[in-house]
């Protein structure tokens, strides 16, 4: 029996090399999906109901209506905004820093028809598709709960996929760069923790005095929340909303180029 | 392939170069690899074969010289190149949380290939490779062996003209060694052109036609194993142990009795064509070593000449 036929030619599609990246993440998702399934969806219930109910009554009790609505109501779609980043950050800490120095398996890539920039774009694009449908399933459950007001709800999970990507993109250019994984402990503690808390998430914007507001507003994830909040509530004019776009947008592809920049140079120098 | 190209060279570096910042990993090195050959990288460590194959395997940007692989630019061409190569990187870079079979399954999506096909390939590598018990097992749990095996049939998928073998056996146990160099000889006989850097010189003997020796980014020496062997050492060597307290052999007597000699930290070797004659000689002047072997003389011998070093220490 011969393994190896040299003469024999085999027709081969030809989808672009992203895009086999992109099924790659998809198919290894499907494959190890049971791992991650409860920071996927039960934690963000668990906040949902500790947060929403268990501090919405205290909230509730002592000062009504938040910005109009109920504490549960105003936080859901904040958390939202959350659940897309943190899994988003996640994906692009840990396992980017294992496929380059770990387990190499970004080293196998690469001696495949596939580039560097191929392995970014596929992990971007598989976390803005994986992050869409985590935020749907997310944004239905919130519903049920009586936290969306409007029609303007289904943009939620295009906004989930934005933030996973305007995340992501940045994310990979620093893991590329990166070369002990206590680097990533630091980041979570001294950025990802303090952006969570501080995007004006469990509180409204109005509650800092005046002079540190622009503090939360320099937040990426601020515009992340507020544009959750829109869609949710369906307020918000067009200026502030497409400033809000327009700032993920630009971290995202800010994000990418020098992704696919600093990955070529720790894969093939 | 047609038959024309199969007289050019499958791999021609001219002056190939490899810088790391001011240091200088290969230094502006020359060959050429023809079609069905199994040609051998032997060299220490550090000596700038890995810096090598990851140049021929169009991954890495040469600093200076020209590499053609398949007639083609690997700046250029790099993805149509790297189709139609494998790879077996030194360092194993298999999927540790998959399972041995979805290791080739996912593999396969790389070069696009069609599911169908991947998976009738997958289960004859895996037959290939002696995994087929394991196919369903967790890849970590797997031995040193067996990952190697499972990156050499994953090397496999995409039936690669030619094949880059990383020191292919290196940590192995000498069972593990045997069994991958006979799935080896298996390959070249179908017709693969391999790529074998290694530090075992019995490995470079056994699996290469033709082999360059490498030392400090430098080739100092090509050619078949024999050749090497005839033009650069003697027929055979004899090899003295001396009592751990003697600490300078009798090295006036027994210079006389060789061609040339290498003292090393445990022994002595004289490079001669008779090893017997020798040995009774060496008796006959009134020295006692603990030991003496004959043997014949190998690459490890040639690279001592060369080098004034043994290749794994
Ligand atoms: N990425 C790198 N950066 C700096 N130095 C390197 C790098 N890769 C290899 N080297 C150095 O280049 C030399 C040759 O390394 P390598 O090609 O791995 O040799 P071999 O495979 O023969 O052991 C070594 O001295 C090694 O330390
Ligand atoms: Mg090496």
Known sequence: ?269 | MPQVTSSLPLVRARGLTKDFGDFRAVNGIDFEISRGESFGFLGPNGAGKTSTMRMVSAVATPTAGDLSIFGLDPHHDGPAIRARLGVVPQEDTLELELTVLDNLLMFGRYFDLPRKLIKERATELLEFAKLTERAHDKCDNLSGGMKRRLTIARSLLNQPELLILDEPTTGLDPQARHLLWERLYRLKSDGVTLIITTHYMDEAEQLCDRLVVMDHGDIVAEGAPRELISQHSTREVLELRFPVDVTTPPIDVLSPLADRFEVLPDRVLLYVHDGDDTLRAVHAAGVTPVSALVRRSTLEDVFLRLTGRTLVD
């Open chain 1, 1 to 269: 029996m011969s393994i190896v036929t040299v003469t024999s030619s085999v027709s081969t599609r030809h989808r672009p090399a992203w895009f086999r990246a992109l099924t790659y993440e998809a198919a290894f998702y499907s494959k190890t999906w049971r791992a991650s399934v409860i920071s996927s969806f039960l934690f963000p219930i668990l906040y949902l109901s500790a947060m929403g109910i268990g501090v919405g009554h205290l909230v509730n009790a002592h000062t009504g209506l938040v910005e109009g609505h109920t504490y549960l109501h105003f936080v859901a779609p904040g958390l939202l905004a959350i659940t897309a980043m943190q899994l988003s950050v996640g994906e692009c800490m840990w396992p980017i820093l294992a496929a380059i120095k770990w387990v190499r398996t970004y080293h196998a890539a690469v001696a495949t028809p596939l580039e560097p920039g191929d392995l970014v774009t596929g992990k971007v694009s598989w976390l803005g598709a994986r992050l869409f449908v985590t935020t749907a399933v997310y944004a239905v459950i919130i519903a049920c709960f009586g936290a969306t007001s409007s029609w303007t709800a289904i943009f939620l999970p295009f906004i989930g996929a934005l933030i996973a990507v305007a995340f992501a993109a940045p994310l990979i250019a620093f893991s590329s760069r990166v070369e002990s994984d206590v680097t990533f402990t630091m980041l979570f503690r001294f950025v990802v923790v303090p952006m969570l808390l501080f995007s004006a998430t469990f509180y409204p914007v109005s509650q800092y005095p005046v002079g540190l507001r622009w503090i939360v507003q320099l937040m990426p994830l601020y515009h992340g929340v507020a544009l959750c909040r829109s869609a949710a509530f369906g307020t918000g004019s067009p200026g502030p909303l497409l400033a809000h776009v327009s700032v993920l947008v630009a971290m995202a592809i800010v994000g990418y180029v020098v992704a696919r920049r600093n990955l070529r140079r720790r894969l093939v120098s």
